[in-house]
């Protein structure tokens, strides 16, 4: 998959319960995370320092799900992503 414009596609961190219950990361707090798999050619995402495997926090309401080989991706755009952890 590759995001048209100003779009990034994000593989959203979950975590597995003892139980076996999948927990998305946007269920336990307010601002969701996740790790960019593709950046689009928008003029905005090439002059952002966003890379390929960087963790990003993003909008919670921002976004569509994608399906795409058994993986769920989220499609966000840019000005969606709040901050980038830089550790």
């Not at 998959?1 to 994000?10: N, Q, T, Y």
């Not at 597995?16 to 960019?36: A, C, L, Q, V, W």
């Not at 090439?46 to 993986?71: I, P, R, Y």
């Amino acid at each position: 998959l590759s995001p048209i414009g100003d779009r990034v596609l994000i593989k959203q961190q979950m975590e597995e319960s003892k139980s076996g219950i999948i927990i998305t990361e946007d269920s336990k707090r307010r601002f969701p995370t996740g790790t960019i798999v593709a950046l689009g050619d928008g003029p905005n995402v090439q002059a952002s320092s966003l890379k390929v495997n960087d963790t990003v926090h993003f909008n919670n309401m921002a976004g569509e799900e994608v399906k795409e080989d058994g993986e769920e991706y989220i499609v966000v755009k840019l000005i969606d992503i709040l901050v980038k952890q830089v550790c």
